[in-house]
């Protein structure tokens, strides 16, 4: 069939469903609902057979949805509605949810049901049970609701019928239409608020629109909580910094913070998050950094952004940073890191995180918010390099990356490093630097080509489009595909991975690995990759009318673009060159969450 995909921005969501969509044959197109676009228009162009929509933040015009069917993916079970789904099942602690497909008609998230899948709900953000949890259940829901039509014989439930059915399955019911939640209620009362509430709180609001806060005399949108079970202080105090986060007392316990967001002033332009530290800048009085150790492993309750530990021949060296991306001070603590782990008597190492992002590359917020973004991009591109070229250069043990989550651009360069890359089913790989304006680096050229050919690198970097995990085995941009849900991919991998060094043959692999190092350095050596790479990328970062420049600023800044970017459509895949505006929908690392039904 050909679909369409109407969406507000083309989110994680939006890009999974485009890619796993295409993996089953159909033909997929985008069109973006923006101010001042007119949809039926749009549609009318498009001509599809059936029309999908992954995350909408405003409702179909009739026009539309009585000349086509229309499915709409809501993140709530059946008889659940209203803006905030997520964010009330966050805040109101429980933990079975579902997500529902409806045929959209004149009430928002009202319509007959196609297909409802349950899940459960995790003690984790909005924004990575978004990516998980709620993306698994939705996509298998699309699934199921597409092949539903294409069979043309079935009749979509009505929603009281749906719900009375869903309820007899044991099956948690939706509430009911539920209001927007807003700050009102999100409010952390410090001096009263348990680590329990104030957790449930945040998680319920991150990534947006994060929890409105006083703090050090300026109002602050709070992003991002974790528990601390030894640090303790008067409730609201500032305790202690570790990798950018601030520590903050609650009444029994404490937590960490890792990014801020200062409220927009009447006039003044968006603002964005940043690490916490960097954010309160001058505000902030001296505090302990209370920095972790990345060896031994820590076994108190607390936060840290990197993490190691072993299991017999194995080193696990985990890492998780806000929103995936790798600002210069990240990537340095990281191959430090990564070193440490190198000096241990492993004969496998095993990198990633656990859930969510495996990585999006350089950090564009923190670029955007230095006296000097060229510098910074310049700092930030070199030191995510001598990352990837540790990883390149790594011949004395195997390198595995663990791709639990999403991963973009240099993220995906970071991953292809290693000599096996193991993948979620539920991954989505963005190979691709264009839409940011940006040639790229992580020494792709090398290792992009290696492991597709030269065509297909070619055609992945020129298109620009979302790979799900089933394809990119297929194309041998990953080893393996891990087929479990986000809380599984940890322990699937432990056992994979033990397996895999208690092989003969794996000692023999790390053999080799010296030997064929040497032989490509004697032919096309890695320092002629980097510097051809990172040549282009100079003259980029160093030109300010470079595209790039006002690109990260879109993307920074959620500047919405003023029409759908041309390589969503099938037709304009060959487009080349950058798509003016096209980061504020599509860039490396907008998997963000609104508090709007769908996102």
């Known amino acids: 069939m050909h679909i369409l995909l109407l969406a507000s921005v083309f989110n994680s969501l939006t890009q999974r469903a485009h890619a796993e969509l295409r993996d089953h044959g159909h033909s997929v197109a985008v069109e973006l609902a923006l101010p001042g676009g007119s949809l039926p228009d749009a549609v009318r162009r498009h001509a599809p057979q059936l029309i999908v929509a992954p995350m909408l933040k405003t409702a179909i015009p009739e026009e539309v949805w009585t000349a086509h069917t229309c499915l709409v993916v809501h993140p709530g079970p059946v008889g659940d509605r209203g803006p905030s789904s997520l964010?009330?099942?966050?805040?109101?602690?429980?933990?079975q949810w579902g997500v529902t497909v409806l045929q959209a008609d004149g009430e928002m998230d009202a319509g007959d049901v196609w297909a409802s899948v349950p899940c459960r709900i995790p003690q984790v953000s909005k924004s990575e049970l978004y990516r998980g949890e709620i993306a698994d259940a939705a996509i298998e829901a699309v699934m199921l609701a597409v092949e539903r039509f294409a069979g043309g014989t079935y009749v979509p439930r009505k929603q009281d019928?749906?719900?009375?059915?869903?309820?007899?399955?044991?099956?948690?019911?939706g509430p009911g239409r539920r209001p927007y939640l807003d700050q009102s209620v999100r409010r952390i009362d410090w001096a009263e608020d348990s680590t329990q509430d104030v957790l449930r709180k945040l998680r319920a609001a991150d990534s947006q629109p994060g929890v409105l806060d006083v703090l050090l005399g300026?109002?602050?949108?709070?992003?991002?909580?974790?528990?601390?079970s030894v640090l303790r202080g008067r409730p609201g105090e500032l305790l202690a910094t570790r990798a950018g986060a601030v520590c903050r007392a609650t009444t029994d316990g404490a937590v960490w913070i890792p990014e801020l967001r200062p409220r927009r002033g009447p006039g003044q332009p968006p603002t964005f998050k940043l690490p916490a530290v960097r954010a309160l800048g001058d505000r902030l009085s001296p505090l302990p950094e209370h920095a972790l150790p990345v060896l031994p492993e820590v076994r108190h309750r607390t936060w840290a952004d990197i993490r190691y530990r072993e299991d017999g021949n194995v080193g696990f060296l985990s890492f998780s940073f806000p929103g995936g991306a790798?600002?210069?001070?990240?990537?340095?603590?990281?191959?430090?890191?990564?070193?440490?782990?190198?000096?241990?008597?492993?004969?496998?190492?095993?990198?990633?995180?656990?859930?969510?992002f495996f990585s999006n590359g350089i950090h564009l917020n923190v670029i955007e918010a230095a006296d000097d973004p060229a510098a910074e991009s310049w700092a930030n591109i070199d030191a995510i390099d001598d990352l990837v070229e540790a990883v390149l250069t790594t011949t004395d043990r195997l390198v595995v990356s663990a791709v639990a989550g999403n991963a973009a651009a240099g993220g995906v360069m970071l991953a292809l490093a290693a000599d096996e890359v193991w993948c979620r089913s539920g991954a989505v790989l963005n190979p691709h630097y264009r839409l940011m304006g940006l040639y790229g680096s992580e020494y792709w050229t090398h290792t992009l080509p290696r492991r597709v050919g030269p065509a297909t690198a070619e055609r992945l970097m020129r298109e620009a489009l979302p790979v799900s995990s089933a394809s990119a085995l297929r194309l041998g941009l990953v080893d393996r595909v891990v087929d479990c849900g986000p809380d599984a991919f940890a322990r699937e991998v432990g056992g994979l991975v033990a397996r895999l060094a208690s092989l003969p043959a794996t000692a023999t692999r790390i053999t080799a690995k010296k030997s064929e190092l040497d032989r490509l350095e004697s032919a096309t050596p890695l320092a002629g990759f980097r510097a051809q790479e990172l040549a282009r990328m100079r003259r980029t970062f160093d030109d300010p009318e470079a595209p790039y420049h006002a690109l990260r600023r879109s993307f920074v800044h959620k500047v919405r673009p003023w029409c759908t970017p041309p390589h969503l459509a099938p037709a304009a895949v060959a487009r080349t060159g950058p798509i003016p505006s096209a980061a504020a929908v599509t860039g490396t690392a907008l998997d963000g969450v609104s508090s709007r039904p769908n996102d």
């Open 87 to 95: 964010d009330w099942a966050i805040h109101e602690g429980v933990d």
């Open 161 to 173: 019928a749906a719900r009375t059915a869903d309820a007899d399955a044991d099956a948690d019911a």
């Open 218 to 228: 300026g109002e602050w949108y709070l992003h991002g909580g974790h528990p601390e």
């Open 326 to 356: 790798m600002s210069t001070e990240q990537c340095r603590r990281l191959l430090g890191a990564y070193r440490e782990a190198c000096a241990r008597p492993t004969s496998v190492l095993v990198l990633g995180g656990e859930r969510d």
